[in-house]
């Protein structure tokens, strides 16, 4: 009978932990948008919006209030780290690798909200919905 208590304890035990680390996982927020929902995402909350493409491609073209974190940077995980995490963040590169890779690394650094665009600026830079700016 002993036996099974303990049994029946440490089950339990397992069974809150798993729990609990679930709904760690599910207050990480990550959902990849299209152009207009970036845009809209931008107009209504107070968000990061982070280029992570390399310096050379940030200056050719990037949207409007980007802030560039080359993403192939040694300082690339420090520098994350000076964003808020409390605050969304929405991200992009040029075709939408990079920043896959880089949602990984945020949700890893304990970030809450995350938007990735869809397909990159090379998909949306010919469309009318977000503010691109080129070098001329």
Request: proline share 2%; net charge negative; charged share 35%.
């Amino acid at each position: 009978m002993k036996k099974i208590a303990i049994v029946a304890l440490v089950a339990l035990f397992a069974l809150f932990n798993i729990s609990c680390v679930d709904k760690e996982a599910d207050s990480q927020e990550v959902k990849l948008v299209t152009a207009e929902e970036m845009k809209e995402i931008i107009e209504l909350e107070d968000v990061q919006l982070v280029d992570v493409r390399t310096p050379k491609e940030f200056e050719e073209i990037r949207i409007q209030s980007a802030q560039n974190i080359d993403f192939r940077s040694p300082t690339f995980d420090d520098d994350i780290q000076k964003l808020d995490k409390s605050k969304p963040v929405v991200l992009y590169c040029k075709s939408g690798r990079r920043s896959a890779k880089c949602v990984e690394k945020l949700k890893e650094a304990g970030f809450e909200k995350i938007y990735e665009l869809d397909g990159g600026i090379s998909k949306w830079e010919h469309s009318e919905v977000l503010k691109i700016e080129k070098k001329s």
